[in-house]
């Protein structure tokens, strides 16, 4: 087996503090819940035929935002240019309907991470 990285030595001398493990567990869930719907809107964009410049074009805003949307190693997109995107691929983003519940009664902070979405065609 491969020696750990430093990184990976810290993270886990890290993980043993409750508040630290809590956090990163919450950041890593809206990292991949982030991955996840940018991975969708690339594949209905796709199959859409659509091309990043085009949808650019169609929400008004530099084409190297909309590349920089769909390409970026640590997606962390701004919930209007997400929401412009949906859009101008024709598609709605839902919150399951057991998370709506969830969201009145949970502050905002914890929600995020808790929320799951899915994009409909």
């Given at each position: 087996?491969?020696?750990?990285?430093?990184?990976?030595?810290?993270?886990?001398?890290?993980?043993?503090?409750?508040?630290?493990?809590?956090?990163?567990?919450?950041?890593?869930?809206?990292?991949?819940?982030?991955?996840?719907?940018?991975?969708?809107?690339?594949?209905?964009?796709a199959?859409?035929?659509?091309s990043?410049?085009?949808i650019?074009?169609?929400?008004?805003?530099?084409?190297?935002?909309?590349?920089?949307f769909?390409?970026?190693r640590?997606p962390?997109?701004?919930?209007?240019l997400?929401?412009?995107?949906?859009?101008?691929?024709?598609?709605e983003?839902?919150?399951?309907?057991?998370?709506?519940a969830?969201?009145?009664?949970?502050?905002?902070?914890?929600?995020?991470?808790?929320?799951s979405?899915?994009?409909?065609?």
């Amino acid at each position: 087996m491969a020696e750990k990285s430093a990184w990976e030595q810290d993270r886990e001398e890290y993980m043993q503090d409750p508040e630290f493990a809590r956090a990163y567990k919450e950041s890593r869930a809206r990292f991949e819940l982030s991955a996840a719907l940018i991975g969708r809107l690339d594949q209905a964009r796709a199959a859409r035929k659509m091309s990043k410049a085009a949808i650019a074009r169609q929400i008004g805003v530099p084409a190297p935002s909309v590349r920089r949307f769909f390409t970026q190693r640590d997606p962390n997109p701004g919930l209007g240019l997400t929401l412009q995107i949906v859009d101008a691929l024709g598609l709605e983003l839902m919150p399951k309907e057991e998370s709506r519940a969830k969201v009145r009664r949970q502050p905002a902070m914890n929600v995020a991470a808790r929320v799951s979405h899915r994009v409909r065609a």
